[in-house]
Every structure is written in C-alpha cells, then in structure tokens.
C-alpha cells in the first residue's frame, strides 16, 4: 500500500509539474547529461528505471528538477553539482545516487553561489566511501547566499571521507543559509558528523525531526554531530533517535548566541556520557537491543531500523519507514 501511495504521489506530482513545463523523459542508455544541459527552467527530467553516469561535476545554468519516474528508483552515478548564481532551485527527487565524486553539491573558493532551494527528496544517497557530504561551501566570494537545504524522505550512508555527512561549511566561507530541514529520514555510516558550520551566519535555522541516525561519527572526530558554534545559528531536534560511534561523542555544539531545542529524541547506550546532549534522553540499551536489525547500510536485506525497545515502540520516534 505504501508504494502504491507513492506511486500515486509521483503521477500526481508530475501531472502538475507538465502543466508548468515540459516533462522530458530519459531512459536507459540516453545521455543523462545532454537531457539536462537541454532543460528550460520550467522543465521537470524524468528519468527511467536503469543505471546513468554524470560524468563529469555539472553546472547549472537554469532550475534543474530531476525525478526518477514513479515506483522506480534509477542509479545515478553523481559527480555533483555546481549551483552557481543562474539557477533558483536544485531539487532531486526519487533517486538512488551513487557518489562518484566527494560532494554532491560543491562551492569551491572561486565559485559565486545565490540559490533559493537545495532540495533532495525520496532519494537513496550512497556516498560511497568516496563522499564527505551533500552540500559543501567554501567559496570566499562576495555573492554566496543559500535560502533553504532541504533533505527529506532520503537515506543517506557510506559517509566515508572526511567530511561531515549533510553540510560542511567551511572556515573560508562567505556563505549565508537561511535554513536547513533533515526530516523523516535515516543517516548511517558517518565518519564524522552531520552538520559543521565553521564560518559566523547572521541567522540560520536547522530544524531535525523523525530522523534516525546511526553509526554516526565512528571516527571519534571532535567537531560534534552538529557543530553550529559560529554565529546565530538556532537548531531543533525532535522525535528522533541517535546511535553514535567513538567513545567520546559530542551531540550539538552551539554558540552563545544560538538556540538549541531538544524534544522526544533518543540515543542508544554505548556510551557512558555524551557531551552537549542539552536534552537527548537514554534509551533502554545499546543500539542492538533498541533497534531490531541495525547495520550500517539500510537498504540492504534483512537490516532494519524498526524500534523494539518497549520504553519508545510506538511512541513514532525515528523514520517513519521504519514503523
């Protein structure tokens, strides 16, 4: 029923994106990359059941919707995106990505960016051992403005690199975020963190809810699972369970002029003592005993996140895939 639902969801989607613009279609063994370079603002790629390769990084020169048609879930081999100033929204959709490359969304130091919309939705993202994070920023530019990362339905894992898995800004940026969402979704198998905001943002918001984290920052880094000490950065967690790697994590790190909220949000028992944890509750034990099959890849057979700790079953903390 619930494919089904999405199914339909899809169709609808698409009926109401061809009545914008053009609904271009692309199957298995057309060049991926040609159909994009062809889109007009208004224009929505569909993208067939099969196996693509970008290639080479891809700048936009105009709004880019890709979506995998309904019920399927094409491979996309990524080797990311440059957003530059020309494009008002990157939304990828339906996919199941396959990094090739480090980033998915890439600002180098030279390279200006204005874009209201980053979004990724319904989509599988296998880093790949390659990948570091979805969106990394570090242009010095004077024009370097982001309104909204959205990251929503998506299973994101193999964050190998060094890197923090979601968003890394670094210490060079000029960047300015308006907002970043991270709901309904799991992130597992990250070497460091989620989030890292190494330059001050006038104000930003981050807003977690229904995520399901696992395996996080197995490295033992120190910059923390969300480290949003720069600036007025204001962060909210809620309904959402947390598994961390090392021995001496760090949950959220803020500056004294941010916020940070922590509401009906867990973590398993590994660990003693986590620092920063401003309201993250224990679970009844360890991620084993919390979750009925974890493993660091969740699309893979018999791995599940369905929670069987009888204090949180049913109480619809996590992904919502896994209830």
């Known amino acids: 029923m619930k494919k089904i639902a999405i199914i339909l969801s899809g169709i609808v989607m698409l009926t109401a994106l061809s009545?914008?613009?053009?609904?271009?279609?692309?199957?298995?063994?057309?060049?991926?990359r040609s159909a994009m370079k062809k889109t007009s603002p208004a224009d929505t790629?569909?993208?067939?059941?099969?196996?693509?390769?970008?290639?080479?990084?891809?700048?936009?020169?105009?709004?880019?919707?890709?979506?995998?048609?309904?019920?399927?879930?094409?491979?996309?081999?990524?080797t990311g995106f440059n957003v530059g100033t020309k494009a008002s929204k990157l939304v990828l959709e339906g996919l199941h990505i396959v990094y090739d490359r480090k980033y998915l969304v890439y600002a180098a130091d030279t390279t200006p960016v204005?874009?209201?919309?980053?979004?990724?939705?319904?989509?599988?993202?296998?880093?790949?051992?390659n990948g570091g994070s979805i969106?990394?920023?570090?242009?010095?530019?004077?024009?370097?403005?982001?309104g909204k990362i959205e990251i929503d339905n998506c299973v994101v894992f193999n964050a190998i690199q060094g890197s923090h898995g979601v968003l890394n800004v670094t210490t060079e940026s000029t960047v300015e975020i308006g907002s970043l969402t991270m709901t309904n979704s799991t992130f597992a198998d990250f070497n460091r963190g989620a989030v890292i905001i190494s330059k001050p943002m006038a104000e930003m918001k981050i807003t977690v809810s229904n995520c399901t984290f696992y395996n996080l920052n197995h490295s033992d880094n120190s910059g923390g699972i969300f480290r949003v000490d720069k600036g007025k950065v204001d962060i909210s967690v809620s309904k959402s369970i947390f598994n961390f790697g090392g021995e001496s994590p760090k949950f959220i790190v803020v500056s004294?002029?941010?916020?940070?909220?922590?509401?009906d949000s867990y973590r398993t028992t590994e660990q003693r003592r986590v620092i920063g944890e401003l309201g993250?509750?224990?679970?009844?034990?360890?991620?084993?005993?919390?979750?009925?099959?974890?493993?660091?890849?969740?699309?893979?057979?018999?791995?599940?996140?369905?929670?069987?700790?009888?204090?949180?079953?049913?109480?619809?903390?996590?992904?919502?895939?896994?209830?």
């Open 256 to 263: 004294g002029s941010g916020k940070a909220t922590v509401t």
């Open 280 to 323: 993250l509750q224990p679970a009844s034990g360890t991620a084993a005993q919390v979750f009925k099959a974890p493993g660091n890849d969740p699309t893979a057979d018999g791995v599940s996140f369905q929670i069987i700790d009888p204090k949180l079953a049913g109480q619809k903390i996590g992904d919502p895939r896994w209830f």
């Open 45 to 78: 790629l569909v993208v067939g059941a099969g196996e693509y390769n970008m290639v080479s990084t891809f700048t936009l020169s105009g709004d880019l919707v890709i979506m995998g048609a309904p019920g399927e879930k094409p491979v996309v081999h990524c």
């Open 135 to 146: 969106v990394l920023n570090r242009s010095a530019m004077k024009e370097n403005r982001i």
């Open 19 to 32: 009545a914008q613009g053009k609904v271009i279609r692309v199957s298995e063994g057309q060049d991926l």
């Open 114 to 129: 204005n874009i209201d919309l980053i979004a990724v939705r319904d989509c599988i993202v296998d880093q790949n051992q």
